[in-house]
């Protein structure tokens, strides 16, 4: 593929100092640098990119394969060569009449039979036939989990608020005592429901958290605490050993990466929250992206397109992180579930052939939804030295009639924010505005200077009829694609993550030297604070 980068580099440094403004002089710009997957919009045309720019990628795109392999991961191969397993989460979401294929066995059997017991679950427990050990219904829900098992939840409860006809839910992720402590405080035990929701079940925080949960019930509730209990998660033994029933264990396969999970088993919180009928309305809406990313043509096709932009930024412009600006508050989880996505997915050095990766993978991805955002790190995408492409969601319609007006202001916004990136402000006109405040000489000029804005900054936005189950699901399966996109082209692995495991292994060396045992092959610094910490702890509150 070293042709394809060249002709990028090349193509940049020919085209990097023009501005993005110019682009539209040319007619048609917005209607050929937008793309539309069913009643979803996405509008490039706000960034540095020209039709030969976007032919070069989309070599790039061709050059890696990803089409073929693309069609590999639908078809259940083995992608996730490290760990030697297919990458399914899209057969979770599969319609019912899918026949998915691993290791010459149908998939979608198992998948549709754990799909049904969800449903029948959430069903019972949400008209009160499943009770409590008291005989009470249950009125709340506790998920426990983290990364995976939690960000996916956690987004989406909060992404569908305006469904919510059950239970409420609840969601507890940190080892930190005081998370499950606060989340536990003030909920009764005989009506609460705990989810422990963990793809291995040895995650330490989750088994940590589960451990306070259990004994928290045990202790209101005596030995029929397993009525308030279910389990999430591919090591079904391990649950089991928990003494949670097997009719109240949800299982899934280990090809099922954790931060994809979402569609199945770790959707139960969800579920339980708006209902089976909106549960499948979200599954029909990632349904309808993998149909779209299976057959649209390169040049038509969102997430191959959302992905070579992302390509663009990182590799050939060199903006080194992307902000993810919902203007949609109930997305206020969306940049932190995008980010482990992402970031788990590709913050990589090092390709799936074992050699290192030859361009920058992985951006920085990070963001909170507008326009809280504007009051406060807005400044820097405006102004600061760096350049960070900005990636605005945005609802045509809110959920709120009678605060119509209120959501246009929400969405004026919005649009006002992508224009002002890429207009800017000219010295000229930074200096009548000075003048106008009354400003002569050089204090003029000094204030005319912090008044310019250089503009030229790319974003993307994209656009949803409202945000229902249907366009949620739509929306992360879009950028779950995107994420496999770049990663064919970074030659990553997406379905991976050992970057996490050296931290999770020294804790749990570190754990005994904090607790007082004896401190060995420590460097100064960690032998510093781990002293620093005994001391505190030793001393009285
Ligand atoms: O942080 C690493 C990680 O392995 C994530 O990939 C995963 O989503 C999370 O931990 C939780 O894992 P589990 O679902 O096995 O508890």
Known sequence: MNAEWDALHAHWATVGKRSIMALFDRPGR??????????????????????KGRALLLSLARAARLEPRRDAMFAGAKVNRAEDRAALHTALRADKRARILVDGQD??????????RMARFAHGLRHGEIRG??????????????????????????????????????????????????????????????VIVSKTFTTVETMTNAKVAIDWLGSAIGSRASAHLVAVSSAIDKAAALGIPAERVFGFADWVGGRYSLWGPVGLSLMLAIGPENFSAFLAGGQAMDRHFQTAPLMQNMPVLLGLIGVWHNDICGYPTRAILPYDQRLTHLPAYFQQLDMESNGKSVTEAGTPASEPTGPIVWGQPGTNGQHAFYQLLHQGTRVVPAEFLLARRGHEPDLAE????????????????????????ARQIAAQLGYSGDELERQAAQRQFPGNRPSLTLTYPKLTPFALGQIIALYEHRVFTEAMIWGTNPFDQWGVELGKSLAKDLLPMISGGEIRDKDASTRGLIENLRAASESKP
């Open 107 to 116: 998939v979608m059997p198992t998948v549709r039979a754990t799909r049904d």
């Open 406 to 429: 209120q959501h246009r202001l929400l969405q004026a916004n919005c649009l006002a924010q992508s224009e002002a990136l890429m207009r800017g402000r000219n010295i000229q006109t």
């Open 133 to 194: 050990a008291t005989g009470q219904r249950i009125t709340d829900v506790v998920n426990i989990g983290i990364g995976g098992s939690d960000l996916g939840p956690r987004m989406a409860v909060a992404a569908l608020q305006p469904y919510h006809n059950g239970p409420r839910v609840h969601f507890v992720a940190n080892v930190d005592p005081a998370d499950i402590s606060d989340t536990l405080k003030g909920l009764d035990p005989a009506q609460t429901l705990i």
């Open 30 to 51: 917005f209607q050929s640098f937008s793309v539309q997957s069913d009643d979803l919009l996405l509008d490039y045309s706000k960034t540095n990119l020209d039709s």
